[in-house]
Structures are given as structure tokens and as C-alpha cells.
């Protein structure tokens, strides 16, 4: 038996666009997704702005991978929040990945300088990825929104 109705269309499925859409157009969730970007690029671009890209270390190569990750992930964010709110914890993830990196990767250049960078830039991309898991959280527990109360 199949139905000629699209799932599209359902008021519930609706309704829940609409308030992902609310939440993406949040200016304080469009800053913490623009400023996650903005670290992640300067993630992946930190071994040519720190200096330690001409050797090729496991570091700068993870740096670039998981950089282009978070860029990635805050692209989809911002434009698409209702089809990714479900892998927001992915970004604080990657932010504690950044901040333990040094100490983790072999062979990487654990210098003063790529320990700074990484520790500041994933402490960020850790709070702003936060925020970002905050905002949707916000949107799930809306009286009226998609979690059902438990009586």
C-alpha cells in the first residue's frame, strides 16, 4: 500500500523547519557560526601563518584536515541548521582534538608558537561550538517544540 502524501508536507515536519529556521537566523547563532568558521580556516592555515608547513609534520597536516573540518562543519551550520543540528557536538569535539593535538601527534612540531595557536584556536572552536549546541538545544525544549512533555 503507498500513499500519495509527501512527509514534506506534514505540519510537525513543518513546524520543525520553521523553528530551526528561527534559530539559524538567530544573530547570536549566525555570529558563533561565522566566528567558528573564521577559526577554522585559520586552523587549516595555520601551519603557513605559524611557520611549520615546509616540513610537512603530521601537525600541519592535521591542522589542515581537521581546520577544513570545522570550516565545513560551520558552513553547514549556517546554511543548513535544521538538516545538521543533529552533529553539533561534532565541533567541540574537534576543538578539544586541536587543543590536545600537540601533545598527541608523533613527529608533530610541538613548539611554543603551534601549542599556542592550537590551544587558543581550539578553546574557541570548543566555546563557539558550544554555542552553536546550545542554540539547537534551545530550539528542542521551546514550549511547543518537537519534545513532547513528559506528563
Known amino acids: ?7 514534506g508536507t506534514h505540519p510537525d515536519i513543518m513546524q ?6 528561527a534559530a539559524a537566523a538567530n544573530p547570536a547563532a549566525q555570529l558563533a557560526d561565522g566566528l567558528t568558521l573564521l577559526s577554522g580556516l585559520y586552523l587549516a592555515l595555520s601551519p603557513w601563518i ?4 615546509g616540513t610537512r609534520t603530521p601537525l600541519a597536516v592535521n591542522n589542515l584536515v581537521t581546520g577544513l573540518a570545522v570550516a565545513l ?9 535544521g538538516r545538521t543540528y ?29 601549542i599556542i595557536s592550537n590551544v587558543v584556536v581550539g578553546a574557541l572552536i570548543l566555546l563557539f561550538g ?12 521551546r514550549p511547543g517544540g518537537f519534545r513532547t512533555p513528559s506528563h
Open 86 to 114: 543533529g552533529i553539533s557536538w561534532v565541533a567541540p569535539l574537534l576543538g578539544i582534538w586541536t587543543i590536545i593535538a600537540p601533545w598527541v601527534i608523533r613527529g608533530g612540531m610541538a613548539t611554543t608558537s603551534t
Open 130 to 141: 558550544l554555542a552553536t549546541m546550545r542554540f539547537g538545544m534551545m530550539e528542542r525544549e
Open 1 to 7: 500500500m503507498t500513499h500519495g502524501a509527501d512527509i
Open 50 to 53: 605559524i611557520g611549520f608547513s
Open 16 to 21: 520543525m523547519r520553521a523553528r530551526y529556521e
Open 73 to 81: 562543519l560551520a558552513m553547514g551550520y549556517s546554511s543548513a541548521f
